[in-house]
Nanobody, 120 residues
Framework: EVQVVESGGGLVQPGGSLRLSCTAS????????MTWVRQAPGKGLEWVSSITGGGGSTEYAGSVKGRFTISRDNAKNMLYLHMSRLDPEDTAVYYC?????????????WGQGTQVTVDS
């Protein structure tokens, strides 16, 4: 059974930076694409970014491109999302989603989420 756990959320001022982490235990991690998805208060799920198993290919939503960077350390079964120039519109619960293959979709496992609040 794959277990996905996010961490690193918190309160940050507008313009600040934050790094989210996600660990996936019980996974053949390097064989699976990973994705960050977020849900803002009162809104639906929004895809943020995805990365292939080897880390060689990444994609970003237009709203975060140039500000967020997705990366992974397969030796540690870790996924990261480095967020910079944060805006109150980035306030959301951020979820890590584990793909069932090296394709970005569909997702097989989700974490419980980590709250990011951007506020002065």
């Amino acid at each position: 059974e794959v277990q996905v756990v996010e961490s690193g959320g918190g309160l940050v001022q507008p313009g600040g930076s934050l790094r989210l982490s996600c660990t996936a235990s019980g996974s053949t991690f390097s064989r699976h694409a990973m994705t960050w998805v977020r849900q803002a208060p009162g809104k639906g799920l929004e895809w943020v970014s995805s990365i292939t198993g080897g880390g060689g290919s990444t994609e970003y939503a237009g709203s975060v491109k140039g500000r967020f960077t997705i990366s992974r350390d397969n030796a540690k079964n870790m996924l990261y999302l480095h967020m910079s120039r944060l805006d109150p519109e980035d306030t959301a619960v951020y979820y890590c989603a584990h793909g069932i293959s090296n394709y970005y979709r569909p997702f097989g496992y989700w974490g419980q989420g980590t709250q990011v609040t951007v506020d002065s």
